[in-house]
């Protein structure tokens, strides 16, 4: 709408109502809002045991920490699996080509 040139009582009638209408919508989407963060914060103090923010990142690191460890150790396992896989396998070929009747 434009402000600088004179609205009939009729046209600022209609902006007071589109005004209002988008009040309205924000705070709907404000109380929504509002409720969601309620039911999110309840949600982590349950799980967490806190809904502070500072405290959820320090845990969320502290977690992301653990599974690093964790998925290092696994890696680590695999590997060492693989390496004993791979000398039983020499061995066996080894020995197949010991054997007597081998070429």
């Known amino acids: 709408m434009n402000t600088a040139e004179p609205q009939s ?3 600022l009638k209609e902006w007071y109502l589109r005004l209002d209408k988008q009040k309205t919508v924000a705070e709907t989407q404000a109380q929504a809002a ?3 963060l309620e039911q999110l914060q ?3 103090r349950k799980e967490y045991g806190t809904d502070d923010l500072e405290q959820l ?3 969320l690191e502290k977690m992301k920490a653990e599974n690093e460890e964790k998925r290092a150790a696994y890696q680590a396992t695999l ?3 693989d390496l004993e896989l791979a000398a039983v396998e020499r061995e066996f070929a ?3 080509e010991n054997s007597p009747g081998a070429k």
């Open 57 to 59: 990142e320090a845990l």
């Open 79 to 81: 590997t060492s699996i």
């Open 94 to 96: 080894a020995s197949k």
């Open 34 to 36: 509002a409720q969601q």
């Open 42 to 44: 309840a949600a982590a």
């Open 9 to 11: 009582i009729e046209q």
